[in-house]
């Protein structure tokens, strides 16, 4: 649900919804903070903007190819991003991956490789 506050002669407008993250924005009429609120819900509901139903796959494509290339050690990470990718884990969205997913992931890990592998 939304808040408005009106503040500094300014509407403060904040969406907060649950597995979300909060949006806030100013607005200087009303109405404008009113309109954008709904827009904002119904986005939110329907799931289009919402960060939390990014994919493990998309989210690790965007760190591979943003963070790890600028590594001295991009073999060794494209590896491992490459063994993520091969799991179960990699199919959900960053919403539903629970701390017992990754438990899993570990515990399936650890049949195949060393312990020091798997910290890393």
């Not at 965007?62 to 590594?71: D, M, T």
């Not at 179960?88 to 049949?111: G, Q, Y």
Request: with cysteine; hydrophobic share 35%; glycine share 4%.
């Amino acid at each position: 649900m939304a808040s408005i506050i009106k503040r500094n002669g300014k509407y403060h407008v904040r969406v907060r919804r649950q597995g979300s993250r909060t949006v806030c924005k100013t607005f200087t009429y009303r109405k404008d903070a009113i309109r954008w609120a709904n827009d904002r819900e119904r986005l939110i509901e329907i799931g289009i903007g919402n960060v939390q139903d990014t994919g493990m796959l998309a989210i690790l494509d965007r760190y591979e190819q943003s963070v790890s290339k600028q590594k001295k050690s991009y073999d060794v990470e494209k590896y491992r991003i490459q063994t993520i990718r091969k799991s179960e884990l990699a199919k959900k969205t960053i919403r539903t991956v629970s701390a017992s997913d990754v438990a899993v992931f570990r515990d399936e890990r650890l049949k195949l490789v060393q312990p020091a592998s798997v910290q890393r």
